[in-house]
């Protein structure tokens, strides 16, 4: 994931850990809405918002990058993801606020699950750089 310049990435909290998005993928950060909820099989799915005319999925990762333990969301992060052929929102319920962030990622060692694309070092923290589609597809999948 090295390219010879900083990136620029939004981080946001789940409960006590932080993790990061590249910049390019979010298109804002929403207050709470009237979430719609339906019966369903998707683990993550937790229901559709309606935001600027678009019905957005929302996709709950937190039970699956910190378990199930995770404070309540207080904001939806709203990041672009690529779904088949076409780019879509997806709303990401988040536990507070988010904050811009630049840096160059490395690589993730060891043992890391594959949605995890890089691993950004700032201030002696290492935060977890998500694919979206890679985690979307795995907890699809599963």
Known sequence: ???GGENSFVLFPLGSRKF?????????LAKPDRL????????LLTGVL????????????????VGPDTPPR???????????SRQEWTAIPVSGECELASGEPVA????QPEYIS???SLNDEMIQV?????????????
């Open 50 to 65: 309606t935001r600027r005319g678009r019905i957005v999925p929302v996709c709950d990762v937190a039970q699956v990058l």
């Open 20 to 28: 990061a998005l590249p910049a390019e993928k979010v298109t804002e």
């Open 130 to 142: 998500l694919d979206l589609e890679r985690l979307m597809a795995m907890e699809a999948g599963a």
């Open 74 to 84: 207080k904001f939806y992060l709203i990041a672009n993801r690529k779904f088949e």
């Open 36 to 43: 719609q909820t339906f019966p369903h099989c998707t683990r």
């Open 118 to 120: 890089g691993l950004l």
């Open 1 to 3: 994931m090295s390219g």
């Open 108 to 111: 993730p060692g060891g043992r």
